[in-house]
């Protein structure tokens, strides 16, 4: 059966600090991965898709970037993180087919104070 | 492009009552609807999802209705347990695409003892 990874849980960093939060899915070929935002309280904001390695479109922009070295990695990043940064963060995988059901990670409770 | 809303934002019962949270969408062309369930602190997780060829489907005590003709689409959960209780988010997806899923704000259920 398919899993995905995501790490860490939790994540404190100080304003003007890097970020690097890692993906990977087990299970599955060539799936389609994703990185959500959600704010306290709030939705749930699409922030990058690939469709394959190398392949990244951003919905929003921002100061983070997305990249996919291998398959079935998926890694979110920062240069230097803002306040507005704060968040969870939640990788995401689904496969191409009919109604293309979309499954999350754990997430990651970023706090940038 | 898509629009979801979702009503009510917060919603309390009575356990063993029953639950109703209704979702509305903007495009027509929107073909594939699922439901997340997201406890606190935790990953959203698909509970029920539809497609715009069939008008309700049930899973135990959850049930998904749609009213394509009104662009309108509904959860219900029956005989309510304090584990229901969770944040319920609706989506829409033209083309039954992930890349193409548009969240409503969520509800908050909270079912009291």
């Known amino acids: 059966s398919q899993t995905i990874h995501q790490w860490p849980a939790t994540l404190v960093q100080p304003v003007g600090s890097p970020l690097s939060l890692e993906c990977t899915v087990e299970g599955t070929s060539n799936p389609n991965l994703y990185w959500y935002r959600q704010a306290a309280g709030r939705g749930l904001q699409l922030l990058f898709y690939?469709?394959?390695?190398?392949?990244i479109s951003s919905e929003v922009p921002q100061n983070l970037s997305a990249s996919r070295p291998q398959d079935r990695q998926f890694i979110l990043s920062s240069k230097k993180l803002l306040l507005s940064d704060s968040g969870f963060y939640l990788c995401?995988?689904?496969?191409?087919?009919?109604?293309?059901?979309?499954?999350f990670g754990s997430g990651t409770q970023l706090s940038v104070l | 492009g898509e629009n979801v809303e979702q009503h009510p934002s917060t919603l309390s019962v009575q356990e063993g009552d029953s639950a109703v949270i209704k979702c509305t969408y903007s495009d027509s062309a929107s073909n594939y609807f699922p439901w997340y369930k997201q406890e606190l602190g935790k990953r959203p997780q698909l509970i029920i999802d539809?497609?715009?060829?069939?008008g309700e489907k049930k899973d135990q005590r959850i049930a998904v209705t749609l009213n394509k003709t009104a662009k309108h689409f509904s959860l219900h959960i029956t005989e309510t347990q304090p584990e229901d209780s969770a944040v319920y988010f609706c989506?829409?997806?033209?083309?039954?695409?992930?890349?193409?899923?548009?969240f409503g704000s969520g509800t908050q259920l909270t079912v009291l003892p």
């Open positions: 539809i497609r715009s060829n069939v």
């Open positions: 995401a995988w689904s496969v191409w087919g009919i109604d293309e059901k979309l499954f």
């Open positions: 690939s469709v394959g390695i190398g392949q």
């Open positions: 989506a829409a997806s033209i083309g039954g695409s992930a890349r193409q899923l548009t």
